[in-house]
C-alpha cells in the first residue's frame, strides 16, 4: 500500500553522494525531505538539484534536512554532480542516494508503472521529528517542482504542529491564519490573546501566533 500520512517513514540504508546513510539516523530530530528524480543528467532534475542545493540556507532556517534520490548508481550521481555545479552556478551541499537497485524506490513507491517503469516520478515526502510522513507529493517526470512551495509548506506543517491553528488557501509565512473548528471560542480567548475576527462561527482569523 502506498505510505499515507501519519505513516512511520520506512528506514533504510543507503549509498549516497555523502557517504553511506541510515535514513532516521541521518534525520536526527529535525524535519527531513526526500525527494526523487527520475534520472540524472536530465535537464529539469538539474535545474532541480541546483535550486535545493541554493536554498540551504531556507531549508536550515526550518530545522530540515534535504536528501535526494534516483535509480542511478553512485558513480554517475557524482560525475552529475559536475555539471549540476556549473549549469547552476552552485554546489550541491546535500546527499543524492544512489539507488540502482531500486530499493529505496520501492519502498516508497516511487516508481508508477503506468508513467514509466524505469525512472522514478518526482515524489516529495516531509518527514516530522518524529519520524511520521507529515506531506507527500507527486509530480510527473516533464514538470520541475516548485520549492518555494515545499518551503512553505514546512512552514504551515510546523506552525500547525506547534499551534491549535490552519493555514488557509495560498498562505505565506505571517499572514492571518485560522483557529481550528475543534478550540472553543472559550478556550480560544486564553489560547488567542491577540483575540480574532469570526466571519462565521467556524471561520475564525488570528494573527499568526509566533510572531
Ligand atoms: C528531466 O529531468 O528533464 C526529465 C527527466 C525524465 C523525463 C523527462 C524530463
Redesign the pocket.
Given at each position: 500500500m502506498a505510505i499515507q500520512l501519519g505513516d512511520v517513514a520506512p528506514d533504510f540504508t543507503a549509498d549516497t553522494t555523502e557517504g553511506t546513510v541510515g535514513f532516521h539516523e541521518w534525520l536526527g530530530t529535525g524535519w527531513g525531505v526526500l525527494f526523487s528524480?527520475?534520472?540524472d543528467f536530465?535537464?529539469?532534475?538539474?535545474t532541480?538539484l541546483g535550486t535545493v542545493a541554493k536554498l540551504k540556507d531556507e531549508f536550515a532556517k526550518r530545522n530540515t534536512k534535504v536528501i535526494a534520490v534516483s535509480v542511478d548508481p553512485l558513480e554517475s550521481h557524482e560525475r552529475w554532480i559536475g555539471d549540476i555545479n556549473e549549469t547552476q552556478h552552485t554546489t550541491v551541499n546535500f546527499p543524492i542516494i544512489a539507488d540502482p537497485e531500486r530499493k529505496v524506490a520501492d519502498l516508497y513507491g516511487m516508481i508508477h508503472p503506468n508513467a514509466?517503469d524505469t525512472?522514478t516520478v518526482r515524489s516529495v515526502f516531509v518527514i516530522g521529528p518524529d519520524k511520521k510522513v507529515k506531506l507527500t507529493i507527486t509530480y510527473p517526470?516533464?514538470t520541475?517542482r516548485n520549492f518555494n512551495e515545499i518551503l512553505r509548506v514546512i512552514d504551515s506543517l510546523q506552525l500547525t504542529a506547534g499551534y491549535s491553528v490552519a493555514t488557509p488557501a495560498n498562505w505565506v509565512n505571517g499572514e492571518d491564519v485560522i483557529i481550528v473548528p475543534a478550540v472553543s471560542d472559550e478556550a480560544a480567548k486564553e489560547k488567542f490573546p491577540k483575540g480574532w475576527e469570526a466571519k462565521k462561527p467556524y471561520l475564525r482569523i488570528t494573527p499568526q501566533p509566533n510572531i
Open positions: 528524480h527520475p534520472k536530465t535537464p529539469v532534475c538539474t532541480e514509466s525512472m517526470a516533464a520541475g
